[in-house]
């Protein structure tokens, strides 16, 4: 979940207070908590430790010094937080959305997510298309050429397996009520699976957490983690209300580790499959 630029200390402290009384999370379901940056500390020193607390965006600075204004990933780790988000649409379009500074370009996305990996934090990577773009029929290029600017910088495969979640967020969805179909969330988190396969690895393809974001709310949850590519949620709206408790609630409760692998196993032989068929 993340909460934009919203709250103020006195709701910080309500959403903290309902994380901490929700009672036990599956063991199916990690939950990470993105506050705004001025709320960062209160959330790490308050929150049930179950739940991990990330940034919303770190700059492409690097430690501390003369950086007036920034907030760079060391600082973040100081303050006990373990992941960080990049590449979040409303960082991509930051001018031509809010006339801000300069649009967020793929190659400071990747930067940002290398020096954070870097660091010891993980990274929740951003991607997803506009409106135009998928009029366009443009969305799987638009994801694959916002994927490769990181594969350039961070070579490091394993990397990947173990310390990058991607999140799919198609730009016309967010905060617009207007939800992505369950068939086209799959649509796209499987292409983003074939081109890890292509492009890293068949193993990284099956084991890397691909999630939805997009008006995400306790009434269609449901019906996108059933999803076979889809393996959880980037919360924004919803994340403010007691509505967050039931999306948690439609993930599965348990996962059985050998049913698991084995739908892992199938993807990878699949996946493989048609790289065979591919160098024939």
Not at 64 to 81: P, R
Not at 84 to 98: F, I, Q, W
Not at 214 to 233: M, Q
Request: charge should be negative; glycine fraction near 8%; proline fraction near 2%.
């Amino acid at each position: 979940m993340y909460l934009k630029a919203n709250g103020t200390r006195e709701k910080v402290k309500s959403l903290v207070d309902i994380l901490n009384g929700m009672g036990d999370l599956p063991d199916s379901v990690e939950v990470c908590v993105t506050p705004c940056a001025v709320h960062v500390d209160y959330v790490e020193m308050n929150l049930r430790k179950d739940i991990s607390v990330g940034a919303q965006n770190i700059s492409t600075d690097t430690g501390y010094g003369a950086f007036t204004g920034e907030l760079t990933a060391d600082m973040f780790i100081d303050l006990g937080c373990n992941y960080v988000m990049t590449g979040h649409s409303e960082r991509r379009r930051r001018k031509s959305t809010r006339n801000l500074g300069h649009d967020e370009s793929a190659g400071s996305v990747a930067e940002k997510t290398k020096y954070a990996l870097a660091k010891g934090l993980k990274v929740i990577l951003c991607i997803g298309e506009t409106l135009d773009d998928r009029q366009a029929n443009k969305t799987l290029e638009v994801c694959r050429h916002q994927l490769q600017a990181v594969l350039d910088a961070v070579r490091d495969h394993e990397l990947w397996r173990t310390s990058i979640v991607i999140a799919y967020e198609p730009v016309w969805a967010i905060g617009t009520g207007v939800t992505a179909s369950p068939e086209q969330a799959q649509e796209v988190h499987a292409d983003i699976r074939m081109w890890l396969t292509s492009s890293i690895s068949a193993e990284v393809a099956s084991e890397i957490r691909l999630i939805y974001g997009g008006s995400v709310n306790g009434g269609n949850a449901g019906d996108l983690i059933k999803c076979e590519d889809v393996d959880g949620f980037l919360v924004g709206g919803a994340s403010l209300k007691e509505d967050f408790k039931k999306i948690i609630a439609a993930c599965p409760v348990k996962i059985d580790p050998e049913e698991h692998a084995k739908k892992r196993q199938k993807t990878t032989d699949y996946i493989r499959s048609l790289n065979a068929v591919d160098n024939a």
